[in-house]
């Protein structure tokens, strides 16, 4: 296997610990954070979805224009634009790219963030939704024929599209949530399980119980794990810089703990950071706690050789897709081109060296 490095594209820089200023669209901000992902040896870059931030579709494609390898990974909430009409753009955009599009699905953890966007399902109804939105999509992407679809939430006649995917026969699809909707939803459809940095051990059970749901489907998805480096030239300089952030990081709540969120992959996160603060090599949990868990929000803290190392122990476990992000998003990742990522894929070939020994020369 290889290993897959992801990072993180956002139309302006910001953080838990930089506060948003500036213009909420800045095409230099993308087009320096896709040209210091490419340049930094990054494989793909997820670009999110907020319910107040600009379009994820038109923030990855001005990304390709400045880039020539650099995949774009465009988070997308499933009902706010018809099946067939996300199929479509997302076909569309492939072809754009030459193939360096995927699609990550979120059906939303919050009921009052999925009001913004005027839907009211529950939590359950977004992902029975998803399923549906999804299978629709595949077909889309697939079918040589018009066909109709009538289900529980699209009533389709003669669906047909013209424009195709360059990636066969789609583009991947990834998704992530912790409950057991979300697992049961996603499992028909994922090429890749998207979570976050929790303890391994755990890490592994919840692998176990995604790859048992999506084997009743005759599917066998991939892993992708995030986490937040914080690196150091020695070990205590990291760990005075991951301090430091935190104090910034509570000092941006007021000091306050933030309130616990619906969503349970959150509180996956917050579980473990109440069970303890460091697991593992150097999974740190106190920034979960300190943000609120909202995303992505345990660090791994260390030189660039521990760090590595941490990050490898999830590929050991099944994650081929790694995604990093720092809390000096830009600056962090100039230095994970520089320091971090060159390891991590020496330890990785390393261990496929093993896995895969050459065969003996012929006689």
């Not at 910001?14 to 896709?34: C, L, N, Q, Y």
């Not at 999925?114 to 992902?127: E, S």
């Not at 079918?143 to 789609?170: M, T």
Request: hydrophobic letters at 40%.
């Amino acid at each position: 296997m290889s290993v897959e490095i992801a990072g993180w594209l956002a139309p302006r820089i910001t953080s838990e610990i930089i506060p948003p200023s500036g213009s909420v669209f800045d095409k230099e901000i993308i087009s320096r954070t896709a040209r210091v992902h490419e340049e930094g040896g990054f494989d793909t870059v997820l670009v999110g979805y907020f319910t107040n931030a600009p379009d994820g579709f038109l923030v990855a494609a001005h990304g390709a224009t400045v880039t020539e390898r650099l995949r774009f990974l465009i988070a997308h909430r499933p009902g706010f634009v018809s099946p067939t009409v996300a199929a479509r753009k997302f076909a569309t955009l492939d072809q754009l790219t030459d193939g360096r599009v995927s699609i990550h699905l979120i059906s939303g953890g919050s009921d009052a963030d999925q009001a913004k966007d005027g839907d009211h399902l529950d939590h359950a109804g977004r992902y029975r939704r998803t399923d549906e939105y999804t299978a629709v999509m595949r077909r889309v992407w697939t079918e040589e024929r018009p066909f109709d679809h009538l289900g529980e939430f699209y009533d389709i006649a003669k669906a047909y599209s013209e424009i195709r995917c360059v990636q066969q026969p789609h583009i991947p699809i990834f998704g992530g949530g912790g409950s057991d909707a979300a697992v049961n939803c996603l499992t028909p459809h994922l090429d890749t399980f998207m979570l976050w940095g929790e303890p391994l051990a755990d890490t592994k059970v919840f692998m176990d119980r995604v790859r048992a749901a999506a084997a009743l489907h005759g599917r066998t998805p991939t892993f992708s794990v995030s986490t937040r480096p914080i690196l150091g030239r020695t070990e205590g300089e990291a760990w005075d810089r991951a301090h430091d952030i935190l104090e910034r990081v509570r000092a941006s709540h007021g000091g306050r703990t933030p309130r616990r969120p619906d969503n349970v992959a959150s509180q996956r996160l917050l579980d473990a950071a109440a069970g303890q603060e460091l697991y593992d090599r150097c999974l740190w949990t106190p920034l979960a706690t300190a943000s609120g868990a909202p995303g992505n929000s345990t660090a791994l803290v260390g030189t660039a050789e521990t760090v590595a190392r941490a990050m490898v122990d999830y590929y050991d476990i099944g994650a081929t897709t790694l995604l990093i992000r720092g809390y000096d998003p830009l600056v962090d990742a100039e230095e994970y081109g520089r320091e971090l990522i060159p390891r991590v894929r020496e330890l990785v070939a390393e261990r496929d060296r093993v896995a895969s020994p050459p065969l003996p020369a012929a006689d």
